[in-house]
Nanobody
Framework: QVQLVESGGGSVQAGGSLRLSCAAS????????MAWFRQAPGKEREGVAA???????MYAVSVKDRFTISRDNAKNTLYLQMNSLKPEDTAMYYC??????????????????WGQGTQVSVSS
C-alpha cells in the first residue's frame, strides 16, 4: 500500500530555512502528481506547492519565490525547500499524492494519499 513519510520539520527563526522530505513507497513519484499542503491551527488545509509528472510546478502566491518543490526520482522522494521563512509559515506540513493526474490542483479531494505531517514552527 502507498505510504508517504514526511521529515525535516522543526523550529527556526524568521528568515531561516528548512527542507522537508517526503519518502514514498509503493508510489512512483516520477510518474505521479504530488503536492505539499499545510494546516495552521484553526485554519483550513491549504495547498503550498505542486509538481506534475512532467516536472512542471505551481506555487501558492504566499510562498512563491521563497519555496521550491522538487523530487529525486532515484530516491523516490519529494522535497520542499523553504527559504526566508516567516512566522505565518508556521503549520503542519503534509505531503500528498494523486492517483489520477489531470493537471494542477490544490483541491484536497484530488489527492488520494497523504502523509502524517511534519511540524514547522517559525518564531519572530
Amino acid at each position: 500500500q502507498v505510504q508517504l513519510v514526511e521529515s525535516g520539520g522543526g523550529s527556526v527563526q524568521a528568515g531561516g530555512s528548512l527542507r522537508l522530505s517526503c519518502a514514498a513507497s509503493d508510489y512512483s513519484i516520477s510518474n505521479g502528481c504530488m503536492a505539499w499542503f499545510r494546516q495552521a491551527p484553526g485554519k483550513e488545509r491549504e495547498g503550498v506547492a505542486a509538481i506534475l509528472s512532467g516536472g512542471s510546478t505551481m506555487y501558492a502566491v504566499s510562498v512563491k519565490d521563497r519555496f521550491t518543490i522538487s523530487r529525486d526520482n532515484a530516491k523516490n522522494t519529494l522535497y520542499l525547500q523553504m527559504n526566508s521563512l516567516k512566522p505565518e509559515d508556521t503549520a503542519m506540513y503534509y505531503c500528498a499524492a494523486r492517483k489520477i493526474c489531470l493537471g494542477f490542483s490544490f483541491q484536497l479531494y484530488d489527492y488520494k494519499y497523504w502523509g502524517q505531517g511534519t511540524q514547522v514552527s517559525v518564531s519572530s
